[in-house]
């Protein structure tokens, strides 16, 4: 990546892993200790790129078949990052975003069978080199997320369920996905496991925080 003004931190892992609530923890201890905070999320984060979430993550499992999801996917960051994140770097921000183009290449690419070499070539003819500083993984059983999205969807009403709603194959697989990325790229993929309380998985989140890009972030 080559704005080194601010931090860029993406989240990643499989349906109901947390990562949401992890996103909010992360920033309110940011902003506590001083530190400019922008909170973004994939898809999405810019106008152009909201519009487009809606075509992505509602109607039928089916609606898009994988290439064009992936291309959806790609027109929505690229929106994404020359709006919203590449600016908030250079003013100085830490931009911490649930999801960045690591869920591309789990779910399109080991989750829908997307070619990874063509979805590697597709990132650098729209972004280049960029790629978040640190990823936290939060890792936990499909199984366990899948129930939480059911309990966390039925308190909100939402109808943000495409994802959610495909078979628990296609889950099982997105946890093989980010693990075995995770493994290709250990310098910049932090492992968490995510079966735990809010509380404690947020301290391990702050610890990979302090030991990767801010050894005094206060506890």
Do not use: C
Request: without cysteine; charged residues 25%; aromatic residues 6%.
């Amino acid at each position: 990546m080559n704005v080194r003004y601010g931090r860029f931190v993406s989240f990643e892992g499989g349906e109901g892993a947390g990562k949401s609530t992890q996103v909010r923890l992360l920033a309110t201890a940011l902003r506590e200790a001083g530190i400019r905070v922008t909170v973004t999320r994939e898809p999405g984060g810019s106008p152009g790129a909201e519009d487009i979430r809606g075509l992505l993550v509602t109607g039928e499992p089916s609606r898009w078949e994988p290439v064009s999801e992936a291309l959806l996917l790609y027109a929505a960051r690229r929106d994404h990052w020359v709006r919203l994140i590449e600016p908030a770097l250079k003013r100085g921000h830490w931009v911490i975003s649930d999801r960045f183009a690591d869920s591309t290449l789990v779910y399109q690419g080991v989750g829908r069978g997307v070619d990874r070499a063509w979805l590697d070539e597709l990132h650098q003819l729209v972004l280049g080199d960029v790629a978040p500083d640190l990823t936290l993984l939060l890792d936990l059983p499909a199984e366990i997320g899948l129930a939480r999205t059911l309990t966390r969807d039925q308190a909100s009403a939402t109808d943000e369920t495409r994802f959610e709603r495909m078979t628990l194959d296609f889950h099982q697989s997105l946890r093989r996905g980010f693990t075995g990325l995770a493994a290709g790229d250990p310098a910049r993929i932090v492992t968490l496991d995510a079966s735990g309380g809010v509380d404690e998985v947020a301290k391990a989140v702050l610890e990979s925080i302090r030991t990767k890009l801010l050894k005094e972030l206060p506890g």
